[in-house]
């Protein structure tokens, strides 16, 4: 059995227990296409074809528990609309925004790393398009285009 210092089991298990009745912030669509997604990740299922199958790690889930949930907050305040609603424009508008400092941190500064943002939401976006595939739903793939570089420093 691993050890577990941080408790990422613990943090994960009671998120989960919170959030049966949905996340509280976002709207009731992203709340219940999120949840369906982590759960999906713990699970193993609907994961990409070129990566490892199986469950995720439970510090892979709290990551992409805490970016996807202030994805889906912000993408709500900025674009107006729900996660699987938003367009191409809306998105690269939103990631540039972040990236150039016209959304800010809480703290008022710029973020350092919108990569760490864009990883998740392009694994999401696969997701969805994933599980629309299978209900013979297609879905156009927004992410292709997202500058998902890291700047040197």
Known sequence: MKID??????????????????????????????????????????????????????????????????????????CGVNLPDISEEQIIKFFNAMRNGTIKRIDGKCYQSVVDFVKPFKAFWHWHMKIKKKKDIKITDITEDIDASNPKP
């Open 5 to 78: 210092p941080y408790k990422h089991q613990e943090k994960f298990l009671n998120w989960k227990q919170k959030t049966k009745d949905g996340v509280s912030g976002i709207s009731k669509t992203n709340s219940d296409m999120l949840l369906k997604y982590i759960l999906d990740m713990e699970n193993g299922l609907n994961v990409s074809s070129k990566s490892v199958k199986g469950p995720r790690s439970y510090i892979r889930l709290n990551n992409l528990r805490q970016r996807m949930i202030f994805l889906a907050k912000n993408i709500e305040q900025y």
